[in-house]
């Protein structure tokens, strides 16, 4: 073959590998998943102290991350901080309303820092448990050996008890400002 001839040859097959159509080309191209659908939904403040893991797409974004280790997996201790998103820390974390403070945590309780009135609102005010004298089936019948630990401690299962226990009972106000209770933060 002559030096043109194979200079030509060249030419085409390079042309020819340039020459497919751009609609094929990207069919073979994928469009990244975004942050949120890998599972980067939160805020590095909602991590307290826990470990953060960055979305490889937005490496220096505090707003798209995840906690590797979640509030529920967290080794929690007795006087740890309960926020209002459901988190706990050791201690103060700067941006979050502390809302209770961890006493029991095989159960998982927290003891509350604010009281509430009988609407079911922040504030102090004496309520009666009952309007009327009335055993609550429902309800164990506690005595002082039994101890505060091993009678009658599910407080969700007591207050339902209560407000299940109908016309019986009469008005509750303090079940049932303690069930209206929505802690804010």
Known sequence: ???????????????????QSGSALATSCAVPPTCEQLGYKMKVD?????????????LSDDNQVYCTESAQ?????????????????????????PIGI????????????????????AGSSTMIWSANYYDIPALGNCTSSDGLT???VDG?????????????CGTTPAATATNSYEPSG
């Open 46 to 58: 909602d991590c307290g102290e826990n470990p953060v893991l960055r979305c490889p797409f937005a």
């Open 156 to 168: 969700r299962a007591n207050t339902t008890a209560i407000l299940n226990c109908g016309s019986s």
């Open 102 to 121: 961890v006493f029991d945590t095989a159960n998982r309780l927290a003891v509350a820092l604010t009281d509430i009135n009988s609407s079911g609102s």
């Open 150 to 152: 091993s009678c009658g």
């Open 1 to 19: 073959m002559n030096k043109k001839c194979k200079q030509m040859m060249g030419a085409v097959l390079l042309m020819a590998s340039f020459s």
């Open 73 to 97: 997996n967290q080794v929690v201790s007795v006087g740890a901080i309960l926020y209002g998103d459901g988190t706990v820390a050791s201690g103060l974390v700067t941006g979050k309303t």
